[in-house]
């Protein structure tokens, strides 16, 4: 059952961010450039976002346990320290220059798009890197 939940919200999420035109990277530089033709729909997908999420979180942790796990995994580090903020810029340089942020590389390499493919390489690449510590 849990396997099916986590392809359905996959599914749902990934729907999400073709209807918001998200796995386009002219999109998503188009809204990250502001010194040109400045598209702002990014910033509604994301303002729906946490608007979803925010009351997600706070309807489902008044309950006791979640329905498929033991206990909820909620983020417990408030700390804002070095790892934190390199690991945030490299985000955001690797965002703004391709245009991909992971979810939507994931559901654009579905497509075999080249740009995608390379991303998602580099970004499983990076991730390896960090495990290694």
Do not use: N
């Not at 999400?16 to 598209?39: E, N, S, Y």
């Not at 976002?49 to 796990?69: C, E, I, K, M």
């Not at 690797?94 to 497509?111: E, I, K």
Request: glycine residues 12%; aromatic residues 8%.
């Amino acid at each position: 059952m849990r396997s099916v939940l986590a392809v359905l919200a996959g599914a749902l999420f990934g729907a999400g961010l073709l209807v918001a035109g998200m796995t386009q990277p002219a999109k998503v530089i188009g809204f990250l450039d502001v010194t040109r033709a400045w598209d702002p729909t990014l910033a509604f997908v994301m303002a729906g976002a946490v608007g979803v999420y925010a009351l997600a979180v706070r309807t489902l942790t008044r309950r006791a346990r979640p329905w498929l796990d033991e206990r909820f995994h909620l983020p417990v580090r408030e700390a804002i320290d070095a790892r934190l903020v390199v690991g945030a810029a490299v985000f955001g340089v690797g965002w703004g220059l391709s245009g991909f942020c992971p979810g939507p590389s994931l559901v654009a390499a579905g497509s075999l798009a080249p740009t995608a493919l390379v991303f998602v390489t580099a970004m499983c690449g990076g991730m390896l890197l960090v495990r290694r510590e």
